[in-house]
T-cell receptor, first 112, second 112 residues
Framework: DSGVTQTPKHLITATGQRVTLRCSPRSGDLSVYWYQQSLDQGLQFLIHYYNGEERAKGNILERFSAQQFPDLHSELNLSSLELGDSALYFC???????????FGPGTRLTVL | QQQVKQSPQSLIVQKGGISIINCAYENTAFDYFPWYQQFPGKGPALLIAIRPDVSEKKEGRFTISFNKSAKQFSLHIMDSQPGDSATYFCAAAPNTGNQFYFGTGTSLTVIP
């Protein structure tokens, strides 16, 4: 158990809908990262927050947004969902802005 | 484009054998190279990591070999066990930030 929690574990929704994925980092970790894992694209970095501020953006679609709150938990919002958004979404946390990242168990999103 | 190239895609090894997974990169700004292990339905978990100031790092049965001039690094699993059967990902992170660029993964099966 990495100490990173993600909810919900599974999410099934329809195209065009909006969902929110939640991540609680390990106690004391200031950095939160979001990754998307799909069969054809592998693990892709989406976005990194450090102590509430956005630090880096990767291959994140404009339909997706994220934020990190003062208590350091983070939410990833996915809107106007498409079939291709079906994937595993992982959150990872780190105590610093670099180095080891600890991954949560993931949220499996299925868009029908 | 894929910033980190990983091979092989799948690997079958006899119990007690050596499993070798290779990765290559182009970006000379990468300065942190972790390996992650992922079991089905779980998030990736850090196995071992290396920085370019050393050519080898060993932790138990797991060894990373790093060749800075060739821009290659590899994971060796000695005395492979059926419990090592999992998907292994190499990754690289630049010195300017901490977004991980993952390889495409290697599915390892260790047969008894």
């Amino acid at each position: 158990d990495s100490g990173v929690t993600q909810t919900p574990k599974h999410l099934i929704t329809a195209t065009g809908q909006r969902v929110t994925l939640r991540c609680s980092p390990r106690s004391g970790d200031l950095s939160v990262y979001w990754y998307q894992q799909s069969l054809d694209q592998g693990l892709q970095f989406l976005i990194h927050y450090y102590n509430g501020e956005e630090r880096a953006k990767g291959n994140i679609l404009e339909r997706f947004s994220a934020q990190q709150f003062p208590d350091l938990h983070s939410e990833l919002n996915l809107s106007s969902l498409e079939l291709g958004d079906s994937a595993l979404y992982f959150c990872a946390s780190s105590p610093r802005r670099d180095g080891e990242q600890f991954f949560g168990p993931g949220t499996r999103l299925t868009v029908l | 484009q894929q910033q980190v190239k990983q091979s092989p895609q799948s690997l079958i090894v006899q119990k007690g054998g050596i499993s070798i997974i290779n990765c290559a990169y182009e970006n000379t700004a990468f300065d942190y190279f972790p390996w992650y292990q992922q079991f089905p339905g779980k998030g990736p978990a850090l196995l071992i990591a290396i920085r370019p100031d050393v050519s080898e790092k060993k932790e138990g049965r797991f060894t990373i070999s790093f060749n800075k001039s060739a821009k290659q690094f590899s994971l060796h699993i000695m005395d492979s066990q059926p419990g090592d059967s999992a998907t292994y990902f190499c990754a690289a992170a630049p010195n300017t930030g901490n977004q991980f660029y993952f390889g495409t993964g290697t599915s390892l099966t260790v047969i008894p």
